[in-house]
């Protein structure tokens, strides 16, 4: 008899194709948030694996700011069309235009707390029952407790108070109306797992995550790239440099870092060099990070 | 730092109390891995002086619960993550007092290995008791006795032989297959993941190498085929339009095409016919797998049936004893409905009899008990409307398990062990 274990990255796999089954099986009407960036790639991705050779039994949903990256949208266009699957745009533009949210002004503007209020109407429109999303419990300490399924009341509320304890791979969808649950199936991976499991499985991303010339401007330490959504202080210059995204969000606040890196092992050995030796020197990409990670806290994911 | 893509997981849970350096054992282990970023070590420097002590408190890389405490926000499980060459680990860090039992027995449902902390100057405690007991009741397959703050008992042989002596007359009571002992001190570093050269009478390995040698590939059950289905997958397309496939998470046993198999609960028997995954054929399909599989012939299956093997069948009953961990502040009494969830099946269930409670810390019997309050733990027996299909947990962690959820708060409310 051989020896019947999986590796790492097959178990983690294993463990979110059940998550995203399992809330198929127990709720109404899920969704899949989608970002554009690579955790919500590599959902869609999984997504795909778990039905085939039935399409993915869900939407998709995307939270458009009107502020992405071109190249975002086109990946997205691409992947749904791939995929044969149904995709629900909410839009912050529209929730603006409506009077339910007022645009921020300033050099500073942008439409990240904007978001939250379209995502709740989006799901509320369409009677999403379940909204699944990317988001690992190792990104930061207030995630390293957030469940699988994870409860949120009739207002779209997280109470950290009320979670529901979670055994064995045991999961309690069961809720009263107008409730709804966020599930993160990929709760239990690493940055580096994600990395990994996309080499692995040769999974495409947006040409962004990949060293590319970009026209910049440095502002307090954070690569930004140049576009229309950006006004430039009196001081700023813009800059040709080689860089790539570590995150994909909206192009007024996500930083981009120094790299040359094009190609996944490249990334690959770029992440983990990262995290053992390189992080204390690069305190102006991990202020581009955190700022990203604090969209999500506010109810992106 | 080399990148392996086909390295095994394990999960090990820690419970511990404020002073037993359970903290600063976690934050010892993702320090000397490298699991830390530079700026994070930053701060914890930078924050242990301003506090005015004379090293680095490592205790504050984990320091969520300690913030939640001062806060008043109920303290819980909090999952961490670190990864060698080897490995890669997923922590689930518990508080360790009584009150937190439910949280104990949470991180413990899915470890493949236990912590357990002792202080070298105190010897076995009420907690160690505790924590050993959950770990045992949970059928954590692994335990790892640390002997922690050796650095103040001068490193005493002698402490330490003491404390093994007295950990295993005690442990022998137990039903727990694999324990391992080591001398440590999680400040210092101390066998953590370096050698101590301050205990050289100590042969065996550190904390880290048993972490990443220890055998797990048979922790789950490979031998009685236990498949429950999940969902049904019909693509209803031109060119799969009779596919009819099977989704599930193998639970337990070895799957291949070609094996005979009998669907519960209505006893037909087939084939596999195949076993897949995304349209990739698999030739043995072993837990924690998830995947589709077709059978021969056209059988009414749903969600909640259960595809076993012919000859080595679960047990299908309406009762059962179980051994539940209570989790709500409302307590459980005779005749409580509830409802239970257990593999992918779910059922009305109400409670029949309390046999007994059980005292977490000395194990002793509580006889004639009326009510079972949060954090109890007790012998149940249940009845469920519908018959189950399951293993006692001892047999397998996986179909021997349930939840039981409040029908009127949906709140899950118990944790159950099929005896």
Not at chain 2, 59 to 84: C, H, N, P, W
Not at chain 2, 169 to 198: C, T, W, Y
């Amino acid at each position: 008899m051989g020896s019947y274990y999986l590796p790492h990255l097959k178990e983690l796999e294993a463990e979110a194709i059940f998550v995203i089954r399992e809330v198929v099986s127990q709720f109404e009407k899920p969704a899949l948030l989608f970002s554009g960036g690579k955790d919500s790639i590599v959902l869609s991705h999984l997504a795909k694996k778990a039905f085939y050779p039935a399409k993915i039994p869900f939407p998709l949903i995307h939270i458009d700011t009107g502020h992405n990256f071109p190249e975002t949208i086109k990946f997205r266009d691409d992947l749904v069309e791939n995929l044969g699957v149904q995709l629900i745009v909410g839009s912050v533009q529209e929730s603006i235009d409506k009077g339910r949210v007022r645009e921020e002004t300033g050099v500073n503007a942008s439409r990240n707390a904007l978001q939250t209020v379209t995502l709740l109407d989006t799901l509320e429109d369409h009677k999403i029952d379940a909204a699944m999303g990317g988001a690992r419990r190792d990104e930061e300490k207030a995630r390293a407790k957030e469940r699988f399924f994870s409860h949120r009341d009739e207002f779209g509320q997280w109470d950290p108070k009320n979670q529901r304890p979670e055994l064995w791979n045991l999961f309690n969808g069961r809720k009263h109306h107008g409730e709804h649950f966020r599930v993160f199936p990929i709760s239990n991976w690493t940055e580096m797992d994600v990395w990994q499991y996309i080499l692995q499985e040769r999974i495409e991303l947006p040409s962004l995550y990949f060293s590319h010339e970009r026209d910049c401007i440095v502002r307090d330490g954070v690569i930004l790239a140049n576009s229309e959504f950006i006004q430039l202080k009196p001081n700023e210059e813009v800059k040709k440099m080689v860089v790539r995204y570590r995150t994909c969000g909206d192009m007024p606040i996500t930083g981009a870092v120094l790299s040359e890196a094009d190609t996944l092992e490249l990334i690959i050995e770029e992440v983990a060099t990262t995290r053992t030796t390189e992080r204390g020197t690069r305190a102006d990409d991990k202020r581009g990070e955190t700022a990203m990670e604090d969209r999500k806290k506010q109810g992106y994911f | 730092m080399s990148i392996q893509e086909n390295n095994q997981l394990l999960r090990f849970t820690t419970a511990g109390s404020v002073d037993d350096g359970k903290s600063t054992l976690i934050g010892r282990l993702l320090y000397d891995s490298k699991s830390i970023f530079e700026d994070q070590i930053e701060a914890v420097k930078t924050s242990s002086e301003k506090k005015g002590f004379d090293y680095v408190d490592l205790s504050l890389l984990t320091d969520g619960l300690k913030s939640e405490r001062e806060q008043g926000i109920t303290i819980d499980v909090a999952y961490r993550y670190f990864a060698t060459p080897k490995r890669k680990f997923i922590i689930a860090d518990t508080p360790g007092h009584i009150q937190y039992t439910r949280n104990m027995v949470t991180g413990a449902s899915t470890a493949n290995l236990a912590i357990i902390l002792i202080d070298a100057r105190k010897g076995l405690l009420e907690q160690t008791y505790r924590h050993s007991f959950i770990a045992s009741l949970l059928k954590i397959p692994h335990l790892m006795v640390c002997v922690n703050k050796m650095d103040l008992v001068d490193y005493s042989e002698e402490v330490y032989n003491k404390i093994v002596s007295d950990y295993q007359a005690f442990s022998s009571k137990m039903d727990i297959k694999d324990v391992q002992f080591v001398p440590i001190s999680a400040l210092k570093g101390d066998n953590v993941v370096e050698r101590s050269e301050n205990m050289p009478w100590y042969e065996g390995s550190t904390l880290l190498y048993h972490l990443e040698n220890v055998h797990i590939a048979s922790d789950f059950n490979h031998v009685d085929c236990r498949f429950p289905v999940q969902m049904v997958i019909r693509p209803h397309t031109l060119e799969n339009q009779d596919f009819r496939g099977y989704a599930g998470r193998i639970d337990g046993g070895i799957f291949k095409p070609g094996d005979e198999v009998t669907v519960l609960p209505s006893g037909f028997n087939s084939k596999v016919k195949t076993v897949e995954l995304n349209g990739e054929q698999i030739d043995e399909a072993y837990a924690p797998m998830s995947v589709t599989m077709t059978l021969e012939d056209e059988i009414d299956i749903s969600r909640g049936d259960m595809i076993v093997r012919r000859n080595n069948q679960p047990k299908v009953d309406q009762d059962l004893e179980v051994m539940v961990c209570w989790m709500n502040q409302r307590p459980l009494h005779n005749r409580t409905k509830l409802v239970l969830k257990h593999t992918t099946k779910e059922a009305q269930a109400m409670v029949k009899a309390i046999q007994y409670k059980v005292d977490v810390n000395t194990l002793h019997r509580i006889e004639d008990v009326d009510e079972i309050k949060m954090n109890d733990i007790a012998r149940v027996s249940i009845r469920s409307a519908q018959p189950m299909f399951f293993d006692s947990y001892r047999k397998n962690r996986l179909t021997g398990s349930l939840i039981l959820v409040d029908p009127n708060t949906n709140e899950t409310v118990g944790a159950g062990m099929i005896i």
